[in-house]
């Protein structure tokens, strides 16, 4: 079984600010990695993928993240924060080889950004 | 390239009330699809999949059912509706063999009275 946790439901950054979003996982292979954002009354929107090539891997909007096997972590950053960030959060895990698109999410992050 | 469409945008029905929304994939074949809900504060939960026509996984017992009549075309409906199965409804596809990602469409608001 598979899970993922992303710690802090809320976090708050300055405009210009580093974003860091949280994110770990329990899974017994090596699983595929996802951050979606998703902005009010609307559906997610892919961020960026892993799926075992490198491990920090770079995205839309000037968002990275990175893989670290030994953390079973792959946190979300950004180096200045924009006010048009401000969105809630998700990360999701998958088997790799499983029926694509069968994701386990995290329970999601609200990003705020202040001016 | 590839859409997804999810219709209606939002939905107020009264509890006891069937349902019925709709969602269809274009520019891909074949694809896997998913039902998932997203209640306030509690992420995102997978309801249904389906790897082909007529082929439907449940993930959870609700009162609820999807159909797959078509290729492209994924059903979620419910026969009376409960004041549980208010939240945002999201269609998803995935590529078979393909890139693991989700695709998703911009989701329903549904609200049981």
């Known amino acids: 079984a598979q899970s993922v946790t992303q710690l802090g439901s809320h976090v708050s950054v300055s405009e210009g600010a580093l974003v860091l979003l949280r994110c770990n996982y329990s899974s017994s292979v090596p699983p595929y990695l996802f951050w979606y954002v998703q902005y009010p009354n609307q559906g997610l929107q892919l961020l960026l993928k892993y799926t075992s090539a490198a491990t920090l891997v770079k995205g839309i909007n000037g968002f990275e993240a990175e893989f670290k096997k030994s953390e079973t972590s792959f946190h979300l950053t950004k180096p200045s924060a924009h006010m048009s960030d401000a969105a809630e959060y998700f990360c999701?895990?998958?088997?790799?080889?499983?029926?694509?698109?069968?994701?386990?999410f995290g329970q999601g992050t609200i990003l705020t950004v202040h001016p | 390239s590839q859409t997804i469409h999810q219709w209606p945008a939002t939905l107020v029905q009264p509890v006891g009330s069937p349902l019925s929304l709709e969602c269809t994939v274009e520019g891909t074949s074949n694809p896997n699809l998913y039902w998932y809900r997203q209640a306030a504060g509690r992420g995102l939960q997978l309801l249904f999949y389906?790897?082909?026509?007529?082929?439907i996984s449940s993930e959870v017992p609700q009162n609820l059912s999807a159909s797959r009549p078509q290729d492209r075309q994924f059903i979620l409906s419910s026969k009376k509706l409960l004041l549980s199965d208010s939240g945002f409804y999201l269609c998803?596809?995935?590529?078979?063999?393909?890139?693991?990602?989700?695709?998703f469409g911009q989701g329903t608001r549904l609200t049981v009275v």
């Open positions: 998803a596809w995935g590529a078979q063999g393909g890139k693991a990602e989700a695709f």
């Open positions: 389906s790897v082909g026509i007529g082929q």
């Open positions: 999701a895990v998958s088997p790799p080889l499983s029926s694509y698109g069968k994701l386990t």
